[in-house]
Nanobody
Framework: QVQLVESGGGLVQAGGSLRLSCAAS????????MGWFRQAPGKERQFVSA????????HYADSVKGRCTISRDNAPNTVYLQLSSLKPEDTAVYYC?????????????????????WGQGTQVTVSS
């Protein structure tokens, strides 16, 4: 069982930056990929970014590419999402997710159905 706890959300003006963090505790020593998803009111949860267990492979949604950087520390197991040049359409609840895998394959890391652990979410609000 893995527990994920996000932090770092908040209210920011358009053009600003935020760094989200997600701390994982529990059984993550056998290879644990992590990702970020977001959900705006009335919309489906969508992929934002993901990083493989090794950290060598990262993926981004087209909507955030160039404005977003994902990184991780494996001791302790924490993943970070740096968001910059924020836009009002980035407003959403951001969720951290994890899955036991050593692959960096995009098809596996962008699909929310592949993740078996989720955090409680952190609100990001971008004002215009």
């Amino acid at each position: 069982q893995v527990q994920l706890v996000e932090s770092g959300g908040g209210l920011v003006q358009a053009g600003g930056s935020l760094r989200l963090s997600c701390a994982a505790s529990g059984r993550t020593d056998s290879g644990y990929a992590m990702g970020w998803f977001r959900q705006a009111p009335g919309k489906e949860r969508q992929f934002v970014s993901a990083i493989s267990w090794s950290g060598w492979t990262v993926h981004y949604a087209d909507s955030v590419k160039g404005r977003c950087t994902i990184s991780r520390d494996n001791a302790p197991n924490t993943v970070y999402l740096q968001l910059s040049s924020l836009k009002p359409e980035d407003t959403a609840v951001y969720y951290c997710a994890g899955q036991t895998t050593t692959t960096g394959r995009r098809s596996k890391l962008v699909d929310p159905r592949e993740y078996d652990s989720w955090g409680q979410g952190t609100q990001v609000t971008v004002s215009s």
